[in-house]
Every structure is written in C-alpha cells, then in structure tokens.
C-alpha cells in the first residue's frame, strides 16, 4: 500500500512541475531562464524528502507558489 502513495506523490509532483513550467510561459522572456533555475532547484531540494507528510506539506506549499506566480502574471496583463 505504500508503494501506491509514493507512486501518487510522485506523481503529483511532477503534475506540479509540469504546470509551473507551463506558467512559466507566461512570464516575459527576460525573466524566464532566472524563473525556471529557482522552480528547478527548489525541486531539487525537495528530492531528498522520503518522509510522506514533508512531502505532501512541500506540495502544497508548492501549489500555494504557483498560485502566486499565476497572480503576480495575471497582474501584468
């Protein structure tokens, strides 16, 4: 039973990833390569994490910084 929410969290993360990415289009193109370096290393950090409730909390705060970057975008519009 373990191996399947691993595999969800796993899973769910890489949801995350792909939507900041996805956001990450929307920036302006002098910011993008500054914005994609920290998303990817704050990933990377979390890699690390093997405990199941450190990991759900670094998705939803990371679900949390996307809504923000999806305001702060949304603001420049």
Excluded: W
């Excluded at 929410?5 to 956001?23: G, W």
Aim: glycine share 2%; no cysteine.
């Amino acid at each position: 039973m373990a191996e399947l929410s691993v595999f969800i969290l796993k899973s769910q993360s890489l949801h995350l990833y792909r939507s900041f990415l996805r956001t990450l289009r929307e920036a302006p193109k002098d910011v993008q390569s500054e914005l994609h370096e920290q998303i990817r290393a704050a990933f990377e950090r979390a890699r690390s994490q093997r405990e199941p409730y450190a990991i759900k909390y670094t998705l939803s705060d990371g679900r949390t910084q996307l809504k923000q970057l999806n305001n702060m975008l949304a603001l420049r519009r």
